[in-house]
């Protein structure tokens, strides 16, 4: 740990701006190129370069791996819930309209809703199927 | 919201498996995996009724109409085996509970419920979507869930099923989605009936058979026809008691729908069968699963895997109808899709008993069970007497309509096929009868555990739903006709 100081200086620099870009893909997905699978994947880039830098142990303590497992789920019912709310309110499922007076609002915000969950969904496991291979034999 | 009953029949058991994965608590998920499945069952024995009075229902997903959007689509064939999935697999988790505490380790519990439900509410996904990219989407839901399912069992052997069958299984996705990639370059729609209407002004060429083949290989390789069942018998036999009967009795059959669902309704009767090649294809291999996979299973020692090998010969059954492609083919396919279901579930879920109480594993640890355990023995001897067809069996009925249709198109070899694969299901049938009523209990082979009420009660039930649709064929023969009838055949008749 103590020859790869440029490494881990580097690194430290470079994870706010991973995590920040990860946010532009996420908000920026309903009107340009980008989305929640994309944006999941960068910010879980991010997680994975912190755990190649400063090694597993201090990762998990870090990121505790049940918050990764219970955000697989969580994303999921974001989205099903999405998909209710607009049942409860008497339209299809998954349809936006109902999400808001003004269609056109209702449908971005219900991109962003489902956006979400798949953020949320994405970086659970790529992070949990990352420490899985990474702590083998470890445990 | 009775209206939105085709997205909830499929959004209830995938809610469940959401909230089990959050929850992971085994008693508290039993509740909840038991709630989702009775409102699946409420909510697809809605669908079916509205579906008879109104006929086909249109449910445009996300408010989208159709052909642009998803739709999603209910007549009286797939809402009836929707409510058949829902059901039996409702009566598999009551039963599951206790065989679970044996077989699974307990952080494992909740991750199988989880899994249960998402493979479940993948099937009634693609039994229900209209839309050929969504049932690829709901394909791989139910596949990567039952992949889980079978790497679950404590035999480490099930981790390798479980890969073989990941392999194959991508395969067969892809074909599948290959195949639906070249029908959208041809028709420019991915909607199903929208497909169908256009592919009726399109001339016969080369990239439709294309796509054709793509598609039947793509999903022969999920429903284990016969040269491409290698998957199967692995997968049944490690994994854990409840998958197995779950897997056998619903997995399998959804794929077969599917393909039915392209041959008669997308690509059209007419379309598929001038083709003489593709009639002899599929009747050919029928016939060689009903010959082959019996011959295997004559000489199989574990008894998961026997039944697992006599399921490829059954699908043979189901797919020589496919084959025949008459009036009477078609409502023998469509009743054994549904018997068999019920067989397998049977069959499978007395041996998850005998798992439970006694480890038993293998044939010959079978020997004197009549003695030991006579309810179990039962059960197992009348469900496997219907594999095989005996009068006043579900199987009789199927084999009954397959024979009428093959006469009826005189395809004589189909019937003499027919015969002779019945014989070789008693012969791998009959040595286990003989097994369990002549043979002297083998020593050391006490029972170890009492079988709880619940697991008798559900195999009991599965057994007698055997001969029950065996001697009243109402609720399956004549729903079979309707389906038949109404949805398959309707320009034909």
């Known amino acids: ?139 | 919201m009775n209206e939105h009953a085709p997205a909830l029949v499929v959004m209830l058991p995938i809610i469940g498996a959401v909230l089990i994965m959050l929850i992971r608590h085994n008693n508290l998920n039993w509740g909840i995996a038991l709630l989702s499945g009775i409102s699946t069952i409420y909510y697809s024995i809605i669908l079916y009724l509205n579906a008879r009075s109104v006929g086909t229902i249109s449910y445009a997903m996300g408010g989208w109409e159709p052909p642009v959007g998803i739709e999603y689509r209910i007549d009286e064939f797939n809402s009836l085996l929707i409510a058949l999935i829902a059901t039996v697999s409702f009566l598999i988790l009551v039963y599951a509970k206790s065989s679970l505490n044996i077989e699974l380790k307990k952080n494992k519990i909740s991750t199988f419920y989880s899994m249960y439900l998402l493979c479940l509410g993948g099937l009634i996904g693609i039994l229900s979507t209209g839309d050929a990219f969504n049932a690829f989407v709901f394909l791989e839901i139910s596949s990567l869930a039952t992949y889980v399912i079978i790497s679950m069992g404590n035999d480490r052997r099930g981790l390798l099923a479980a890969y073989q069958y990941l392999i194959i299984g991508t395969i067969g996705a892809t074909l599948y989605v290959i195949g639906v990639g070249l029908i959208f370059i041809i028709t420019g729609s991915l909607n199903l009936y929208d497909i169908s209407v256009k592919l009726g002004d399109i001339e016969l060429y080369r990239p439709l058979l294309a796509s054709l083949a793509f598609i039947t290989v793509g999903i022969a390789l999920k429903i284990a026809l016969f040269p491409l069942h290698a998957w199967l018998p692995n997968a049944y036999a490690f994994a854990p008691s409840v998958g197995t009967a779950f897997l056998a009795s619903t997995a399998t059959k959804v794929a077969i729908y599917l393909l039915i669902k392209y041959l008669y309704l997308v690509y059209g009767f007419d379309l598929v069968y001038s083709n003489q090649i593709f009639i002899f294809v599929v009747l050919s291999l029928s016939i060689i699963a009903m010959f082959g996979a019996s011959m295997i299973a004559i000489f199989q020692s574990n008894l998961k895997k026997l039944f697992a090998y006599s399921s490829v010969a059954q699908i043979g059954y189901i797919t020589l109808g496919i084959g025949i492609a008459n009036y009477n083919g078609l409502i023998g396919s469509t009743v054994h899709i549904i018997n068999h279901s019920i067989i397998k579930a049977a069959i499978f879920l007395a041996i998850g008993c005998l798992v439970f109480s006694s480890k038993i594993v293998n044939i010959d640890q079978l020997a004197g069970l009549g003695k030991r355990m006579p309810m179990v023995a039962v059960c197992i001897t009348v469900s496997s007497l219907s594999l095989i067809g005996v009068p006043g069996t579900v199987g009789f009925i199927s084999k009954w309509y397959l024979v009428l249709g093959s006469l009826e198109q005189g395809l004589w070899v189909v019937v003499f096929a027919l015969a002779v694969s019945s014989i070789l299901a008693l012969i791998y049938v009959g040595r286990i009868i003989e097994l369990i009523w002549f043979h002297a209990p083998v020593g050391g082979m006490v029972s170890q555990n009492k079988i709880p009420f619940e697991m008798i009660a559900v195999t009991v039930v599965m057994t007698i739903a055997t001969i029950y649709f065996g001697i009243d064929t109402r609720l399956t023969g004549d729903l079979a006709k309707i389906a038949v009838e109404n949805v398959l055949l309707g320009e034909q008749l």
């Open chain 1, 1 to 139: 740990m103590r020859l790869d100081l440029l490494l881990r200086i580097s690194s430290k620099i470079f994870l706010p701006f991973i995590i920040l870009f990860a946010f532009y893909v996420q908000f920026h997905g309903d009107f340009g190129p980008g989305g929640g699978f994309q944006a999941g994947v960068i910010f879980a880039a991010g997680i994975i370069l912190y755990t190649i830098i400063f090694g597993i142990k201090k990762a998990q303590k870090d990121f505790p791996e049940t918050i990764f497992n219970y955000m697989v789920p969580l994303g999921v019912l974001i989205f099903t819930v999405t998909g209710l709310i607009s049942l409860s309110k008497g339209f299809n499922f998954l349809d936006y309209d109902a999400l808001a007076h003004y269609p056109k609002h209702g449908q971005h915000i219900g991109i962003i809703a489902i956006e979400l969950g798949v953020f949320v969904t994405v970086i659970g496991s790529m992070v949990s199927i990352f420490y899985a291979f990474v702590a083998r034999g470890k445990k």
